[in-house]
């Protein structure tokens, strides 16, 4: 099953930030992709094939 997820969209990431919460935007797509936590907003970047394996769930997309 194949996880699809654009720029803007929410997500949840299989484990939690830092923060306590595992929510994210996606902000930035290419081979790498910036992902922002909806807590804290601290941004990271990582490899699509490394986000892919994080990824838990698709949620929606952000109204901006």
Do not use: Q
């Amino acid at each position: 099953m194949e996880k699809v997820y654009k720029l803007g969209s929410h997500v949840i990431m299989k484990k939690p930030h830092a923060c306590k919460t595992n929510e994210w935007i996606v902000t930035r797509m290419g081979v790498d992709i910036k992902i922002k936590c909806k807590n804290c907003n601290r941004e990271i970047m990582m490899d699509r094939l490394e986000f892919e394996k994080k990824l838990k769930k698709v949620i929606g997309e952000t109204n901006e």
